[in-house]
């Protein structure tokens, strides 16, 4: 029986990887991404599924799954991004496809805001992102912060050859493990729209 890592952990580092002929090239190919849970390294995997043409066109719009896969290839969570010109959204489901909850961009000017919501559309966060720290996104419920978003530095060479982006999730003080997992979800969103294309 696979162990749930949502259960304890206190922080997630997410860390996108690239390989070198798509970093010579600038040919991207469909991202993948490593999950350490407390520092302990690739305890999950991510990959995208399809994209193909719509990368090219759309960018970090298009529609795109994300599976999330245990070490040995079996299925964690899936996250789906259907099209949205704008309040793109992601939808967090099990491996047997119960939906866990959904994350929502809000349409906001000048900040950015993001609602997240369980699988009866209760409201359960909101996140903000900060206007003096744009790589900070403050997780948010009844105006007490839960939980934090961080994009980290990656180091000169990366920033400035690739888009390969690293971000930390500190749960704090969000305990539930599904919560946790839209939450994730809610990462994912925040860097195919903000970050994917240098934003």
Known sequence: MQTDLFDGSGTVSVSQTREWLEIFTGFEQRNRFSLDFDGKPGALHVAEEGSG??????????????????????????????????????????????????????FTFPHTRYDVYDPNDRHLFEVARGFVKPWTFTIRRDGRDLAVVTKRWGGFGKEMFTDADRFQLQF???????ERKILLGALFLIDFAHFEQGD
């Open 172 to 178: 704090q003080e969000v305990r539930d493990p599904n």
């Open 53 to 106: 043409w719509t990368r090219f066109f759309l960018g970090g719009m298009r529609p795109y799954t994300l599976v999330v896969l245990h070490k040995d290839g079996k299925l964690a969570l899936r996250l789906h991004a259907p099209f949205r010109f704008i309040h793109r959204e992601i939808f967090v489901d099990t491996a047997n496809r119960q939906r866990l909850g959904r994350v929502r961009k809000r």
